[in-house]
């Protein structure tokens, strides 16, 4: 399994995996079907969520391995 860093890019995770979706909208980032969000980084849409992108990313490649 792909390691997910702060450069993927969102549409890239969702597209391996749609269970991760609920990790993105527990941080606020309700628009996922959005083709703008869909290209951001993750490091990204932290930003503009306010979020710590290394909380995220343990959060994700934590799920992501546990498959």
Do not use: W
């Amino acid at each position: 399994m792909a390691v997910i860093t702060k450069d993927t890019i969102i549409g890239d995770i969702l597209d391996m995996d749609q269970t991760t979706a609920p990790y993105f909208l527990e941080m606020g980032m309700h628009c996922l079907g959005c083709p703008a969000s869909r290209g951001e980084t993750v490091e990204q849409a932290c930003m503009v969520h306010g979020v710590d992108p290394e909380g995220l990313l343990a959060k994700l490649n934590a799920h992501l391995a546990d498959k």
